[in-house]
């Protein structure tokens, strides 16, 4: 079965109409568009948690000489374009915004809305697809290009930090836990994230960025714990850079005095 989420492409205002061309038969996908300059949240990828639903802003380039009733979007697809999966609650279009009115060229912006509390939507939906263009046509025929873009959906994770204790004395040693959990699309909770390395950073009082002092691996409930020596004041956070189907994400820092 196919699998559309979730609603139908919503227009930001009146189609802008160039010419008087007669539509093409009803239900055909049809040739006369081209999709260009296509851009889907700034090439990054498409990090989504357990209940919030997320905007993804886009833009793209349309350039036709065709009466279109509504839309035109861009959107994640797998399979085919037409036919395959699509991954959208909800996409709203901006009005056109004309570039060359004699060739038909408009720029268009696009928010498009998944929410990953949708019956549809899953932990096997994370990983990577690809964008589609469309455009519904007068006459109930529609255009459908594949823009070769590739998207990456992954499932957001969170990172939890603690150094102890505080203050402390220097050369002492400063204990450091936390936990790296993932989003569950399947039963809408954070879990324990097991088998990741982990970076533990440090960023000394007064400076402007953190550097990287070791690294360490959740055990099976996500949990990290490792000791450094105190030599400094400063601020310890741990860092996962993520992979293919789990973003990359950060803890909050703590700050230590060392005295």
């Not at 609603?7 to 010419?19: C, H, P, R, Y």
């Not at 007064?206 to 996500?222: D, F, H, P, R």
Request: aromatic share 10%; with cysteine.
């Amino acid at each position: 079965m196919r699998k559309t989420m979730w609603k139908a492409a919503v227009a930001g205002g009146a189609a802008v109409v160039f010419t008087g061309v007669a539509a093409v038969p009803a239900g055909a996908a049809e040739g006369g568009v081209a999709f260009t300059r296509v851009s889907v949240n700034g090439g990054k990828p498409i990090v989504i948690g357990v209940k919030e639903e997320v905007e993804v802003r886009a833009s793209f380039r349309m350039t036709t000489k065709l009466r279109y009733d509504y839309g035109p979007m861009v959107f994640p697809y797998r399979g085919h374009p037409d036919s395959g999966d699509t991954l959208h609650s909800t996409v709203i279009t901006s009005d056109c915004k004309v570039v060359d009115k004699a060739k038909g060229i408009c720029d268009f912006q696009e928010w498009l809305y998944i929410d990953p509390r949708h019956i549809d939507f899953g932990n096997k939906d994370a990983g990577t697809w690809r964008t589609a263009a469309r455009v519904f046509l007068a006459g109930d025929a529609h255009d459908t290009d594949d823009e070769n873009l590739p998207l990456q959906v992954k499932r957001a994770t969170r990172v939890t930090v603690n150094a102890s204790p505080e203050p402390v004395a220097k050369g002492k040693t400063i204990t450091v836990t936390g936990r790296v959990t993932r989003a569950n699309w399947d039963t809408h909770t954070y879990q324990g994230y097991a088998g990741r390395t982990v970076s533990l950073q440090f960023k000394a009082a007064g400076a402007s960025s953190y550097t990287t002092v070791k690294k360490a691996t959740t055990n099976s409930t996500g949990a990290l714990k490792t000791t450094v020596k105190a030599a400094g004041s400063g601020t310890w956070r741990w860092s996962y850079y993520g992979n293919s189907t789990s973003g990359a994400k950060s803890s909050a820092g703590d700050y230590v005095a060392v005295r």
